[in-house]
Every structure is written in C-alpha cells, then in structure tokens.
C-alpha cells in the first residue's frame, strides 16, 4: 500500500500568475512544432541563439581531404568546442563517440564526386535513418543557378515534408559552383529560394559587400560557410563581420581544421559568435590559445 501519511494537503494553484510561454527566439521559427524547436536548441545556443558548427562532410564528395585523414584524431578533441558537428553518417557511426550531445546537423545528399557534375545530387539519406541517429538537423545542398537546380530543389523541398512530419529541422545548403557569382544579389536569390520553399535555417557564404542585405531578406537564420582556407586573422574577422551583420553563427570547416591550431582557432571562433569579441581580440585569444601561454 502506498505510504499517504506525508501527503500534503494545501495547494498552490497561482491563480494570480498567468500562466507563462516563453517565445521561442530563433528567427522565424517560433511557429515550428516544440520536436522542431528542441532540435534546433540543440544546435543553436540557448544562451546566444547563436552556433559554432564544426564543418566536416566534405569527404562526402571530396575523400579525404586535408585535415580530414583522420577524423579521430584530428576533429573528435575538437568536439567539446563546438556547438554542432556536421557529418555524414558514415562518420558518426564509425568515428564520433556516442557520448557527444550536442547537435548533430547530418547531410544528407550526395551522389557526384568532383571528378563529376556537383549539382546532380540525391536525397542519400532515409529520414528514418536520420531519426535513428537521433540528428538535430538534415543538411541538403541545393544548387541555385546550377545544371541540376531543379533537382536539388526537389530534394530540399522533400527533405522538408519528411522533416515537418517528424520534427526534424533542414538546413538548405547554397552551394555555389565554379561558374556562378559570389555576390550579395545571388546569396539574396539562393538563401530566399531555400527559406520560401521550408529551409528551417539557411547556409551561405559570406561576401564582403551587402551580406546584411542577405540575412535581411532570409527569414530564417542564416549560417555562413568559412570557405577556403585563408590566414586566421581574415577567417575571424570574416567571421565578426557576419555576425555583425546578422548571421546566427558559422558553420566552419577548412579554416578550422586547416588551421595551424585548430583547438585554438575553433574557440578563437566561438569567442566571436558567442562572446562578441572583435577580429583584433580574437586574433589575440588564437595567438595565445596556439602558443600556449
Ligand atoms: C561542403 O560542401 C561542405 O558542405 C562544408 O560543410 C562546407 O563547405 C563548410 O565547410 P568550409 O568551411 O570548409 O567551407
């Protein structure tokens, strides 16, 4: 029989406190079901609405590129810095321990190598595979302008009716190829296609002129991609120009693990995203951070 001798008799319904709902913060996402909203507390900080998303899917079409020989022992001691580590599933199942509880952005297309056409991709991924993951996000490239546009699109649009129906977030990936143009009137157009058609958020490059004109006209919070390798001090000051001009965070791949020292480059970064520190501080915190003192 159950012990009811301490029960409690009074009551305290707060019947003069309205009962409280905390909006949800993330940019245009506060009519995404709670599954969804989780999902994405899980890749953007809670405490910022930003992220530090540590970029290393690119074997899916590239192989072991420099910096990714070895996944174990080159990102895993990155881990504990980031925000959210974006893989293919062939790695987080083979080579990212189970105990890591950030988000997951997992992608999910593919197809081509770069000895073939990038644009011509397909969904690679079953959602169920994703959903037995246990994933925060489903990373799909979409190819604006690109040969196989249409395609990609498709891809992104059903991605985005599996996801709604299971509450899984997709990051639209804009994936600019050789022949198209870096410029603020193309990221406008490929970041705005992504978000109409369901993106929950957006993946972008940042470009010197007009980017605060693309995450204006994104209703969803964009990303930026770091792009190829380049000295720390430009990766950082990329990296403030764009949260100052309105990205949620970075989604960084070369400039991290490519880096002379990429523990010290990776939270060189989240310095920035997430403590507001300027390209100068940064720099100084990477040097510090690398040299050991
Ligand atoms: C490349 O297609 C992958 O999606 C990468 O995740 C993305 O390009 C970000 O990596 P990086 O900072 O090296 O450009």
Not at 195 to 207: I, N, P
Not at 244 to 263: E, L, W
Not at 276 to 288: I, L, M, N, S, W
């Amino acid at each position: 029989m159950a012990d009811t001798d301490d029960l409690k008799e009074t009551h305290d319904y707060h019947l003069t406190v309205p009962q409280q709902a905390e909006p949800f913060p993330l940019k245009g996402c506060h009519a995404l079901d709670w599954g969804m909203q989780n999902r994405l507390s899980k890749i953007f900080s809670p405490a910022t609405g930003r992220t530090v998303m540590l970029a290393v899917d690119h074997g899916y079409f590239m192989g072991p590129t420099t910096g990714l020989e070895r996944i174990d022992v080159t990102i895993n001691p990155l881990l504990k810095f980031a925000d959210t580590l974006m893989c293919t599933r062939g790695v987080l199942r083979a080579l990212t321990p189970a105990t890591f509880t950030k988000g997951i952005s997992l992608r999910v297309s593919g197809g081509p190598s770069i000895l073939k056409e990038l644009s011509d991709e397909r969904i690679a991924v079953d959602i169920e595979d994703a959903l037995r993951l246990n994933v925060s996000a489903m990373a799909v490239q979409v190819f604006i302008g690109g040969e196989h546009e249409t395609q990609s699109v498709h891809n992104m649009t059903r991605l985005v009716d599996q996801g709604l129906r299971y509450g899984l977030p997709v990051l639209g990936v804009t994936a600019v190829g050789k022949e198209l143009t870096r410029d603020a009137k193309y990221m406008r157009l490929a970041t705005r296609i992504c978000a109409e058609l369901g993106a929950t958020f957006v993946k972008t490059y940042y470009v010197a002129k007009g980017f605060e004109t693309v995450t204006a006209s994104c209703p969803v919070p964009i990303v930026i991609a770091g792009g190829k390798k380049q000295p720390e001090a430009d990766a950082l000051t990329m990296a403030y120009q764009a949260i100052q001009q309105g990205a949620a965070g970075v989604d960084m791949g070369r400039n991290i693990f490519q880096s002379n020292a990429p523990a010290a480059m990776i939270q060189a970064v989240g310095k920035v995203v997430h403590e507001g520190f300027t390209p100068r501080e940064a720099y100084e915190f990477y040097q510090d951070l690398s040299s050991g003192s």
